[in-house]
């Protein structure tokens, strides 16, 4: 019995495709091939991976709070995060080296997919007197980093058991090497960029 239910499973996530990753497969892949010139399909620019970050100074004076976070994040990817420390000893802000001030999750696959597309259809739309993102956070490589002042326009979090909004920035790596191609593979997926003026 436990051998069928195990199958079923599998069938289950087999057949599961995230909405996003069809949308890029029909309509974003040949209309990318069709604007650059790109005549193999394993060519056409992907995208590769998103890193979740959330950054914590106040960590240092209180460590609860970067447990929150990381707990929250990990609620908010689906998998688990990672502390991050510092790198070096910064004596303006008190941080010594190896302290703990922050956390982050790399997602890839179909948890990549599926934030993506929550972030996109749900969370940038909660947010107040939104007019769409910066174009000029592209990296000169292809990817785009946003930042996100307020995690709470993601509706997956409790609002009664987090005590304080926590930022975060979203960094959503291409392999395109160009932010020309990079800013049309993710306007393909309905990333909302602001007009240029």
Not at 77 to 93: P, V, Y
Not at 130 to 155: A, E, Y
Request: proline letters at 5%; a positive charge; one cysteine or more.
């Amino acid at each position: 019995m436990a051998k069928e239910s195990k199958k079923t499973r599998g069938a289950e996530k087999a057949s599961y495709a995230p909405r996003l990753r069809e949308l890029y497969r029909t309509e974003v892949v040949p209309n990318l091939q069709k604007e650059f010139g790109i005549d193999n399909v394993m060519a056409v620019p992907r995208i590769e991976k998103i890193v979740l970050n959330v950054g914590l100074g106040e960590a240092t004076q209180n460590i609860k709070l970067l447990d929150d976070a990381a707990e929250e994040l990990t609620h908010l990817a689906g998998q688990r995060a990672t502390i991050t420390r510092a790198r070096k000893s910064i004596a303006a802000f008190k941080v010594r080296e190896g302290m703990p001030i922050g956390c982050r999750v790399t997602l890839r696959g179909v948890r990549m997919w599926d934030f993506l597309d929550r972030l996109i259809s749900i969370a940038l739309p909660r947010v107040r007197d939104f007019r769409g993102i910066q174009t000029r956070s592209f990296d000169g490589r292809g990817n785009f980093t946003m930042g996100i002042p307020d995690h709470l326009i993601f509706p997956d979090l409790d609002y009664n058991k987090i005590d304080k909004p926590k930022g975060m920035n979203v960094t959503i790596v291409t392999s395109a090497e160009r932010d020309d191609v990079a800013l049309h593979l993710l306007r393909g997926m309905g990333m909302p960029f602001r007009k240029a003026s």
